[in-house]
T-cell receptor
């Protein structure tokens, strides 16, 4: 069935260090992979996305990599700041008008 | 452009009751998706509507239903509420293609006692 596994479930890093969150999807038809950030008590907001014809995408301190062969994609945050503390969700869209979300990673950036 | 809005923001119900939640998408967006968010489970897909038609649904019991109106506003209904239905219900709107950015509403926090 359709499934997205996300690891780790919690991640603590020192301010200025890098953070990496990894996701694996099951449906090989998936062709769109968004990442959402959800701050406490707020709605999820898209921070970056990647499509299946691209291997890597960067936006300032945030980057996403995609390995379609391994069905694996990752979020990389460099030079972390306290405001990066939030829950991050990965998702995969298998082209059936639904998005399959991972279970989330709680990132804590320690000052 | 106004964002996605959901009403009500908070609801408290008792077991056996039913509830209706509403979602108004961003102007011009014709797709509305609904998700259930619980701690540790992430966002579970409920269903998606486009131009008043349900195009996909998740693995939830028939007590969960939805509909979409001609102005793209959407409602979801949960009948015969159970304690396990307590969750944050989020809706998201998009233009409606197979891989478009979804914009989320603030959610409705449902508590079932």
């Amino acid at each position: 069935g359709e499934n997205v596994e996300q690891h780790p479930s919690t991640l603590s890093v020192q301010e200025g260090d890098s953070a990496v969150i990894k996701c694996t999807y099951s449906d090989s038809a998936s062709n769109y992979f968004p990442w959402y950030k959800q701050e406490l008590g707020k709605r999820p907001q898209l921070i970056i996305d990647i499509r299946s014809n691209v291997g890597e995408k960067k936006d300032q301190r945030i980057a996403v990599t995609l390995n379609k062969t391994a069905k694996h994609f990752s979020l990389h945050i460099t030079e972390t700041q306290p405001e990066d503390s939030a829950v991050y969700f990965c998702a995969a869209a298998p082209g059936t008008y639904k998005y399959i979300f991972g279970t989330g990673t709680r990132l804590k950036v320690l000052a | 452009k106004a964002g996605v809005t959901q009403t009500p923001r908070y609801l408290i119900k008792t077991r056996g009751q039913q509830v209706t939640l509403s979602c108004s998408p961003i102007s011009g967006h014709r797709s509305v998706s609904w998700y259930q968010q619980t701690p540790g489970q992430g966002l579970q897909f409920l269903f998606e509507y486009f131009s008043e038609t349900q195009r996909n649904k998740g693995n939830f019991p028939g007590r969960f239903s939805g509909r979409q109106f001609s102005n793209s506003r959407s409602e979801m209904n949960v009948s015969t509420l159970e304690l396990g239905d307590s969750a944050l219900y989020l809706c998201a709107s998009s233009l409606g293609g197979l891989a478009n950015e979804q914009f989320f509403g603030p959610g409705t926090r449902l508590t079932v006692l």
